[in-house]
């Protein structure tokens, strides 16, 4: 099992910056994959970024490259996505998950939300 506690969300303009946390805990990770995925109104869930635990390999959706980026903390296995220059069209719910092989762990979730 791994728990996935996600914080950071928020009211922002456009143009500002917003940094996500997601804490996970429960089993060791260095054979996870870790995400970030977003769902906004009327929307299905789509996927933003991913950071391999091991290697620190990162993958970015289109939409975010240059303005989005995911790290982590090995040192309190927390993983992290900065947003920049954030836009109305990154409004929504972020997800943090974690997967092995498919996503099977999921955060609760945070909103997101960029006024113009």
């Known amino acids: 099992q791994v728990q996935l506690v996600e914080s950071g969300g928020g009211l922002v303009q456009a143009g500002g910056s917003l940094r996500l946390s997601c804490a996970a805990s429960?089993?060791?990770?260095?054979?996870?994959?870790m995400g970030w995925f977003r769902q906004a109104p009327g929307k299905e869930r789509e996927f933003v970024a991913h950071?391999?635990?091991?290697?620190?390999?990162?993958v970015y959706t289109d939409s975010v490259k240059g303005r989005f980026t995911i790290s982590k903390d090995t040192t309190n296995n927390t993983f992290y996505l900065q947003m920049n220059s954030l836009k109305p069209e990154d409004t929504a719910v972020y997800y943090c998950?974690?997967?092995?092989?498919?996503?099977?762990?999921w955060g609760q979730g945070t909103q997101v939300t960029v006024s113009s």
């Open positions: 429960g089993r060791a990770f260095s054979s996870y994959t």
């Open positions: 998950a974690a997967r092995f092989a498919a996503y099977r762990y």
């Open positions: 950071i391999v635990w091991s290697t620190g390999s990162t």
